[in-house]
């Protein structure tokens, strides 16, 4: 089976600061990860997804995130955060089998403090 | 935007009554996802269509059903809607059904009362 945790259900960072979502998964055999964000009465954008390759991912609007095995994590970075960055964001894992559907966290809302 | 349009935004309900949703795919795009969002929590997998067949399901009842048509739109039917049914309703539409990334729409907001 496969899962995400996210610890953390609020990440508050001021603006101009380095900011991390962390997220956790669980997989039996290689992960693909995503991390999405979510605007009040939006649906989900794409950030940025790791399948192979570089343990560190770069995607839109600045993010990147690192993908650490042996930790089994995926967490979320930006170098500055910026006061529109603050979202709900959502980190998930596709599924192995079947409709390759994703499972998602319960997501982190970050408020970006001016 | 990706192109993932929803219609209605927003929708209430009572509880018994029936609900149909609907999603317009990417054009190309032959595979579509439903996703529920309760409040406060991230979107659970409904079920996915795949050329016009049902090619997965989640953890939901039989009274969740759904439709994908030729023209890359799709539709999730609710029979004998339920308070907890109250929900966001996301589609995810990629262009097969083994593609990486999903492309959300906007979404509609159930509420049943």
């Known amino acids: 089976a496969q899962s995400v945790a996210q610890p953390e259900d609020q990440v508050n960072v001021a603006e101009g600061n380095p900011l991390t979502v962390k997220c956790t998964y669980s997989v039996s055999g290689n992960p693909y990860l995503f991390w999405y964000v979510q605007y009040p009465n939006r649906g989900l954008q794409f950030l940025l997804k790791y399948i192979t390759g570089d343990n560190l991912v770069k995607g839109s609007y600045g993010f990147e995130a690192e993908f650490n095995k042996s930790q089994t994590s995926f967490h979320l970075k930006k170098p500055s955060a910026l006061v529109s960055d603050s979202a709900l964001y959502f980190c998930?894992?596709?599924?192995?089998?079947?409709?390759?559907?994703?499972?998602f966290g319960t997501g982190t809302r970050l408020t970006v403090i001016p | 935007e990706t192109g993932v349009t929803q219609s209605p935004t927003h929708l209430i309900k009572t509880r018994g009554q029936q609900v149909t949703l609907r999603c317009s795919s990417q054009?190309?795009?032959?595979?579509v996802s439903w996703y529920q969002q309760a409040l406060g929590q991230g979107p659970q997998f409904i079920f996915q269509?795949?050329?016009?067949?049902?090619?997965g399901r989640g953890n939901f009842p039989p009274r969740f059903s759904g439709l994908q048509f030729p023209n890359y739109s799709s539709e999730l039917n609710v029979n004998a809607l339920e308070l907890d049914d109250s929900a966001l309703y996301l589609c995810?539409?990629?262009?097969?059904?083994?593609?990486?990334?999903?492309?959300f729409g906007p979404g509609t907001r159930l509420t049943v009362l």
């Open positions: 995810a539409s990629n262009l097969e059904a083994s593609g990486v990334e999903q492309f």
């Open positions: 269509y795949y050329r016009e067949e049902e090619n």
């Open positions: 054009s190309g795009h032959n595979t």
């Open positions: 998930a894992v596709r599924a192995l089998t079947g409709a390759n559907n994703l499972f």
